[in-house]
């Protein structure tokens, strides 16, 4: 993968951003449930399925809450989490006792399960947003945020992530966007698109900048530690 001019890849992409999330609309849960496709947007799993799924890199914790209690014992019950990409109401409930607050960012919060699931737990907050495009979910974002950083994030779209942008030129600009939001020590879990499995050039290429003790990879699963001394991630642009 060519480094060639990422600058004017990622302000094409920017400037296209309206068309990108009105496609993004498009492909909401209600309309895929209603075309009887995969019903992927139902899904709001619980911990352990993450956990199933994220196994490799939790190891030789059995589950989430164990793998917190053994990385951040003097954070339990003090805790910043965000679900990219989902309801997460499950997941954290799951988990009650851990996070102080929570919050899940996904294409509609409108979706029957969601709805039924909300009131299970009064610290969590769904935000409707395009992970893509952070103007649709910047400001309840930052809202929920109250000026504090995320301890916690974790990303697994499954089906969804077949109708993202998959350049991991982009990825890398949105990664950067995460990256600076978290707590020093803060971790990102991420399930990837099919065409950044670990062994691939592109994955390579979206984590070439990264500090070199900052990632765990196993499957098509990685996991992003933020270094306590690195706010931000270098711009591509930069790189040589
Ligand atoms: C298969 S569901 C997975 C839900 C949850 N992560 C889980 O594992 O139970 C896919 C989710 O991805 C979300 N999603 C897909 N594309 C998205 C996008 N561009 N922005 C925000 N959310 C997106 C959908 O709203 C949906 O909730």
Redesign the pocket.
């Known amino acids: 993968m060519p480094i060639e001019t990422p600058r004017k890849l990622i302000e094409e992409f920017y400037s296209q951003q309206k068309e990108l999330s009105a496609g ?1 609309r498009e492909i ?2 209600a309309t895929i449930c209603k075309r009887g496709a995969v019903q ?2 139902q ?3 619980h911990e352990s ?2 956990a199933g799924k994220f196994k490799g890199l939790i190891f030789p914790s059995r589950d989430f809450r164990e793998y917190f209690v053994q990385q951040f014992p003097d954070k339990m019950g003090k805790m910043v989490g965000l ?1 990219i ?3 997460g109401y499950n997941f954290f409930s799951d988990l009650n006792g851990v996070f102080k607050r929570s919050a899940a ?4 919060k409108g979706y029957k399960p969601a709805r039924e699931a909300k009131g299970k737990l009064d610290s969590h907050f769904v935000i409707e ?4 495009s952070p103007r649709t979910f910047a400001k309840p974002l930052r809202k929920f945020l109250k000026g504090e950083k995320i301890d916690f994030a974790i990303e ?5 992530l077949n ?2 942008v998959n350049d991991p030129r982009i990825l890398y600009h949105r990664l950067r966007f995460w990256y600076r939001m978290m707590a020093p020590d803060g971790q990102m879990f991420f399930e990837l698109p099919r065409n950044l499995y670990v062994g691939t050039e592109e994955l390579k290429f979206l984590t070439q900048l990264l500090p070199e003790d900052a990632l765990q990879m196993k499957g098509n699963t990685i996991k992003i530690t933020r270094a306590s001394n690195l706010k931000e991630l270098p711009a591509l642009w930069e790189s040589k």
Request: charged share 25%; with cysteine.
């Open positions: 993004a909401d849960e992927w947007a899904f709001d799993e399925s993450f679900e990409g989902g309801y960012i996904c294409l509609t947003g395009d992970v893509m697994r779209m499954s089906g969804g109708y993202i």
